[in-house]
């Protein structure tokens, strides 16, 4: 993918208006109060795996409605705490998979959990059960989730599975191993929407993340990102525009609901953002655009000749690097 | 596509062994008698729309579980019955679209009826609301319908659609300027799918198709279809079995509760078939098994150097002069 | 397709200048009076199709040089007249197909008038002969139509094929069923291109178009077209003067000629557009650019998230209505 | 390309059963007594190159109907025959090009005929005018040339090029430079097509070729060429099958008159094939069928690796060695 | 992909004869003579990573011709040894990458080594020096390595590479914390056949390897696999004996010294094969070729619907399992 | 492809500022002075070919640190001199190939040289042997040579290049047939980067050329090129920083050592460039960079609908056309 979005000194500036609906707040506040209270009820069970160097569990806390959300917990093995923690998000598809498939906070010497998102999980192998999303199938939707319920903002996909991303957070702070100060949220592309609204929402529920990493985040700047690109997920979108045009002004007010610039701007702890310049499916000036409105420190790191696959390895370190600094 | 698939000599004599449960039949007698009984309800509420030779009406009627499906009828401007009828299938992300996008039966003089496939819909601009499905998003499904509550016939997608199709033709035949006895079904991919479902399950309900088209019909001899071609929307199995290899048997055990030689194999109307030679969509060798246990008298077209579009045109003629024929 | 041409504000205003020779006038008139006079002399043969609700028949006239031109007329069946009519241009490729491919304006109680576009029809299906074009095959002309004997207006396959658009209006107000005052020219593409050169060329035969429907029509603004799209068809010219860039000025010349701005400019009827602003294949640039300097009362419906396709049924509904206005 | 014809043994025998109507050799005798005889006419006027090794002449002769056919000849500059000369015809889609596009015949001492392919020439710059195609436009015909006038053997595209093609011949040796007992056709695709029917048809002109050289040559074994694969030029039969798929007789009975195979069972001078065997463009079954039907001393070069580019600059090598051979 | 192979049944007893030159064996014992003996001279240098688990290091140890091979150790932190030990080759193009790629080994309890292929590393982030590859780039060569020195089996790249990687087993049995008799070697695709060949050949140097997991193995059964399947890396030798056909027995000669097949049929430890019958990369047959010579005991687990992913973290359970079970 | 780089106005005047290191002229003065100087010996042995009009030279001389050269030399046949020449360049991948491949120079009465790039020729066939290159393989280097040695001026790939090219310019003058006072450089794409690198650098070894012909050069404006394209070989360097992003400062610096834009500043001979307005692999922004550097006296033709094919025969026209008027 060659050059296609703002220049890098444009995007250096490139803080558009936020687009939200006055009733943000409120409808998260009644969000929460309606649909995500309660105990979070973290269960954990030990599952036997091959790895002598870590403990593993197989966890379950309560989600939108109380619904049971799936995940893994990683531990140092025979590890006593508290230890910092790592909430990581997944990207759009990806499920929790194999309990082995992200060793790296764990072997960093983190509480590593990892969210299996509701109805996700179609690109990656799991040996372990899924979390199932309850919301009905929306006539007319695209296939994937983006447009799931997208009539209102009310029935939207996005609005279960941040009630569950949050309850993670408060969840991963009942953990006897865990420093309820110390929990860092994680994850790329629709794991960094979710950072980003763990980030931004938790204090609905009284919790408080202490460090957020938002690599190539999903979700951000939805007025500029549908029809930027031709890429997927975000073409979903258009794809249901194309053939229900009538319908785009709900869309978009539903959007709105969720735009990771609206997350940011509430959001307070350490951040670290990454943008690949080449990126088609969150572009640049999309990340940006959460990034100068993220209302915490924070830092972003830039690859100008990758796409969504961002830094890498290279990014692994940056992140490892800064986890290690903010988290102390 | 070049051809692919099996010769035409080969074609003419491929009648692969049913690959169905002993408790095939008790499985779908327990479905309707569970899902699919009670009074249809047909409600039909006239539209206003510009065509003057034509009365059109927003039809709806319950289906699984006594769920409302969404529908189109139109008649003839003033028709007075009773009238023969053409149930029309959708093929896979159809929704029932527009009034006005197929007028050709109702131009013969038909009644004609217009599901609304629960949760599809996503390829069709439509100007009412579609039929929403209530099945529960199965964490890991492939996107689509293909693999949703793949793990269990009980579960599955196409149970309640096949509960819908088939009340559909009972509802059609409560309608006045209807006559029962001359209802053909008719359907293209999954339409054609749907149609032998019709056919071979309606007795469940106690009625009786008077004609099948199925034309290039979709869900036919899986264990087939899945690996010979990479063409969606088998390949949605495929993806779900390449991520969890691990539930290719059970998979396997609930597609055959659904498959269109089984269905054919159990209906007695006159039907009539196409197939085309380089249709790596639902590919001939699939569509020739299913013709080939079809237990009614059968006629099949075949087109050599066509696709998935079948004859178009040449086809609708051949279709609509059949009708003729067979429904008097 | 992601948005790649001009931003909905500047299309709102963008007219560029005409790009027209100064014996435009002059060479149409000239084209109408050596190779495009005489009685038009309309035939019509009933045809049998299973459609009762309608009048099918295969008719022919006199279009370029007197040569034989083929078509359909679908009447209200026994239907008296006049009847108000719309005379329906097709999108290259598109030959006039089966007599039931387009039924919604005989439904709408319209007379329905098609073209079968001379040495088309590669696209469609078809139960009856075409209209076979008598042009010279140029060398090294690129495959298609778009450049054949583009090296001179006089030349050019469009001369042709306006003359055979212009005759079929004045052809169906000929017909005893129709009210020559009320004739709506209509199509989409290649054919949204023939209802302008309809509206805005017909005076040179004495007669008036009613009304004129235009989507995403094709063969607009030659200059910005050529180059800005890899679509075809515009990029047949393209390839054309990549093997042979000495003759870009001939060629050009030549296409101002047949330019749906300047056609546009000539007209007087009202008028609907469409445009999609992701329509690689007609630009929305370009449409617009026709749009603005369209003479008469003019309406255009703009499709964001849609290509080509424009609007499809959405648009059909918004086509029919306005008809139902302007022809009454 | 992988492999995906007959295994290398396979084609080692694969000769089918001519397809050929009775009437082949009447066919050819009564379309030269009436469109191909009379005086060719060979004109050759200089042209002004920097080729100051090759004197360079833009020739025409009298084709089809006596219709002037366009082409190059190049000579050693100064040379006095008579010498052996080669009559080379184009791949499809190549007009003559330009006049230093093909150098190696000249710059080998043989005086070099190119002809200009009749309404070809798209892929090819061309400072000189090519040959018109004075053939109707069918209406329904596929883009290209492949299904020109498909519905009747008289009217086919192939029968006007191979009167030129034959009659390029008949002109080359009534040049004083050229031996007309040492005359070579040659060409590859399309080019080694027509080769063929020089070879085998020249004798209704009463004039021989002393050596064919046809690399990959298309045209041949219609029946099988034809579904086998997707490449173009073959699929543009395909594409009108399609949508025409009522014309399927008639079309395989017209291009019986032009196949490969059977011009090549009427040739007697020495001959050189070349296959790929991973070219889809004309698989090596095709040509492998034509070579075993060849009447005359024949011998084949094959390159497993390659496709329709054949063995490029090795080929060439093999050729003018054996050209050197066989014309002494 | 779809199924494109030999059948699950074909595929179980698919042994085609081994295709080794006489002198296979004397070629190596002279390749390890003359280019792969002295001493292998591991080096072990700490490097510090956030990775509180594990103890991490950059090591060298001496290949070809004794030149410094790069990689990595990981041992879980403070290790005592001896330990059991995995040495991972890596799939074409992949480096030593960053340390942290791949845990599951050290999680697992044991040492793990990893090399970095000679010239490799073009599609992984590395933040350490990669192994720089010696050899004369070959003119004409295909871009890669797989033809890089294919004129003769002396000067090919593999088998330099094929030294680098029996030496690392050496090397491994060398480093303290390593039990050498319980040395483990794995990999995929180019990695599997690196596995084979240490497996085969590590005898030469008189070491032996404890077990062998070979995932979709390349380089195995050339002469099948070349020109069944367009995926590169085959492709390249493909892509070369296109330009280059005249040294196609050269060629095919050079490769018969380094089929897996061959390496295979010399190996005695337990090995697990892992294949996916969609796999165009490396085609099950030949993965099955090498199979069923494999020489001492084996598992093959067999993934249809897969490519050449496999099973991904279903076989990494089936490796970690069987892993446990062979080297204890 | 579309247009997609700068309008035609801009290009006219598009003189980006130079992006080179105050140490290029000592760089290579010490680059000749270190590693190509000394007696260029260069070498001709007869080669029999088929073509009577031309003699064949198999030749090599002295480049890089004294390593032999190959190329060909083509005379006309028994020519005396002095002959003006042309001295020829290959683009990327393209070797020697056959003799016989371009004989526009020949034909025209010219000496002509062919050099073959070391380590290319892998898109060619060629009968004799080609130029090696001795470089290390660089760890990590995009598949291809834009990356290899890049970390370095003084290990990059094109250093060894640009003292071939150098030195057969040195060669040709040498040979008793050249006139050494009429030596024109010519290539398009990599070979006009090689003829820029002649003229500009050549000085360095104290001869001179006569004309610079450069048909859409690469290697220009690398600082633009990179990431304005997919396109590749440019691509090949974002590429390698895609997975290097850490080397990005070093490989850039390293580039401008190389780039077109100051090796055309500092040529003094006339110069003929050409570019194609929708070239995507040597955009024509970065052309017209070079062009407007350029030194000496030029011109340029610019192809508006040609991509990197530029304008084919018609250049090859112009060329000619220019070369006979600067050499006189």
């Known amino acids: 993918m060659a050059f296609f979005d703002l220049s890098p000194d ?52 309560r989600g939108w409605n109380g619904e049971r959300v799936k995940g893994w917990l990683l531990l140092p093995a025979g590890a006593s705490g508290p230890l910092p923690a790592v909430v990581q998000y997944t990207g759009y598809s990806i499920g929790r998979g194999m309990p082995f498939d992200k060793l790296i906070y764990v072997a960093g010497g983190y509480a590593h959990f990892v969210i299996d998102a509701r109805g996700q999980g179609w690109a990656t192998p799991a040996s372990h059960p899924g979390t199932d999303d309850t919301g009905t199938r929306m006539a007319g939707a695209a296939r994937g989730l983006m447009t799931e ?34 929990i860092a949220v994680a994850g790329g592309s629709q794991g960094g929407a979710m950072a980003l609204a763990a980030a931004g929402l938790a204090s ?92 915490g420190a924070k830092e972003i790191e830039v690859y100008p000749f990758n796409g969504h696959e961002g830094g890498r390895g290279h990014q692994v370190e940056r992140i490892m690097a800064w986890l290690a600094r903010v988290l102390r």
Chains 1, 2, 3, 4, 5, 6 share one sequence.
Not at 149 to 156: C, S
Not at 171 to 176: F, K, R, S, W
Not at 219 to 247: M, N, S, W
């Open 149 to 182: 319920g997208v009539l209102a903002p009310e029935t939207y996909y996005y609005r279960r599975l941040f009630v569950d991303v949050v309850r993670l957070v408060e969840a991963a702070g009942t953990h006897p191993a865990v420093d309820p100060a110390r």
């Open 10 to 61: 444009a995007l250096a500036s490139y803080a558009p208006p936020l687009d939200e609906p006055a009733d943000f707040d409120a409808f998260w506040a009644r969000t929460f109060a309606e649909h995500g209270s309660g105990d979070v009820d973290l269960r954990v069970e030990p599952v036997a795996t091959f790895m002598t160097l870590v403990d593993t569990y197989d966890i379950s806390w």
């Open 204 to 295: 609905h529920r009284g919790v408080e993340v202490a460090a957020c990493s938002a690599e190539v985040p999903f979700l951000c700047h939805f007025t500029r990102a549908i029809g930027l690109t031709d890429a997927y997920p975000y073409k979903e979108v258009a794809d249901y525009l194309a053939v229900h045009p009538q319908h785009r002004g709900q869309v978009m007010d539903t959007l709105s609901y969720f735009d990771g610039m609206s997350t940011a701007a509430r959001a307070s702890a350490p951040a670290l953002f990454s943008a690949g310049l080449m990126d088609a499916i969150t572009p640049p000036s999309t990340v940006f655009a959460a990034y100068h409105h993220y209302a």
